[in-house]
């Protein structure tokens, strides 16, 4: 084979990293096919063997997982490995080609997950607080508890009619007739101090793919395609979930725990809020450093991956004290003085 024409036009000899059509390169093998190489474009080292025949998919990956049952497992399995991302970027080679719809399905999955977590601490929420006026001898309810605690569950976002209860004033010939107040009157201002930590982790998670636009010239010398760093960027969005998670919790605990009518002044634990966002945000870039060590191979990993993580936690903090001066205040305080804070 002596000429790029003898090369089939339906075989898959692209560059995974930049895409660079190396059936040229082949079309020069004229007495042996070597095992290793390099791509002329942006010098990523080859084996052969990878980018003709793709093998070795991990089935323990939602994206290669077959069968509804295997599928099923490869959710938690992903979501576990994604704990060891030196691992996981070992495993997840360029040479595969990204399935979108299962990474798609993926992230839904978390959003379902998400959502489900907010409903589970919004019915709690009204539950409690459903008991607490219903033990209130002035006050007949006319709602049952466990359908209050339905609606909430299904609607945890909204604070329509829906998502109201009813009760009569027993006692009080002035306030007779039917009142209503909204399930979330307590749990909502509760959740609005959450916003600021919320919006912190939210920014950065984004601007991490976003900051490779600052290092044009690492990025044009790897030739680094954004199909690749949009495929990063799904799967770490499972660490802003279970944040986002963690969060809830944190709120739902800290009204729950509070004692009767004292609950619509609670505030959640702070501490505990920015120690959630802290982890999130560490565990995201030793992710996105694995990604760029082992996934785009990319030179100088450490330094790209210092440089990555800087301007999108620079970005976030500007961007969210624009919003909540007082918020990002206390949270670097913490960082800086945690005895203190």
Same mark, same amino acid.
């Given at each position: ?36 190489? /390099? ?15 793709? /093998? ?50 993926? $992230?839904? $999955? ?13 019915? #709690?929420?009204?539950? %409690? ?10 006050? %007949? ?16 976002? %909204? ?25 979330? %009157? ?89 120690? $959630? $966002?802290?982890? #999130? ?11 760029? /060590? ?48």
């Amino acid at each position: 084979m002596t000429e790029s024409a003898d090369i089939p036009h339906t075989i898959n000899a692209r560059c995974p990293r930049c895409g660079y059509d190396l059936r040229g390169e082949i079309a020069t093998w004229t007495e042996a096919c070597p095992l290793f190489g /390099r791509c002329t474009e942006c010098g990523l080292d080859l084996a052969w063997g990878d980018v003709l025949d793709p /093998r070795g998919r991990p089935r323990w990956n939602i994206e290669y997982a077959h069968g509804l049952g295997r599928t099923a497992m490869a959710l938690p399995f992903t979501a576990a490995l994604s704990f060891l991302p030196r691992y996981f970027w070992r495993r997840l080679c360029m040479t595969l080609e990204p399935r979108w719809r299962r990474l798609a399905f993926y $992230v839904g $999955v978390w959003f379902l997950v998400c959502h489900l977590s907010m409903g589970a601490g919004s019915a #709690a929420v009204a539950g %409690s607080q459903w008991s607490l006026y219903a033990s209130a001898s002035e006050l %007949s309810m006319l709602d049952d508890q466990v359908a209050v605690m339905v609606r909430a569950f299904i609607l945890p976002y %909204s604070s329509g009619p829906m998502l109201r209860y009813r009760f009569k004033v027993i006692r009080h010939p002035s306030q007779q007739g039917v009142h209503t107040r909204p399930l979330d %009157s307590w749990f909502a201002p509760l959740l609005k101090r959450l916003h600021p930590a919320a919006l912190l982790l939210a920014l950065f998670t984004v601007a991490l793919p976003a900051s490779f636009v600052t290092l044009p010239v690492s990025r044009r010398q790897a030739r680094v395609r954004w199909r690749h760093l949009a495929r990063i960027f799904t799967y770490g969005l499972l660490f802003p979930a279970l944040a986002f998670i963690g969060m809830i919790a944190i709120a739902a605990t800290a009204y729950l725990s509070a004692p009767g009518w004292s609950r619509p002044s609670v505030d959640p634990d702070l501490a505990r809020v920015h120690l $959630v $966002v802290i982890a #999130a945000a560490l565990m995201l870039a030793l992710w996105w450093w694995c990604a760029i /060590r082992w996934f785009l191979r990319m030179s100088q990993p450490g330094r790209v991956g210092l440089s990555v993580v800087g301007v999108a936690m620079m970005f976030a903090l500007a961007a969210t004290y624009i919003v909540y001066p007082d918020a990002v205040t206390r949270l670097i305080s913490r960082i800086l003085f945690p005895l203190g804070a």
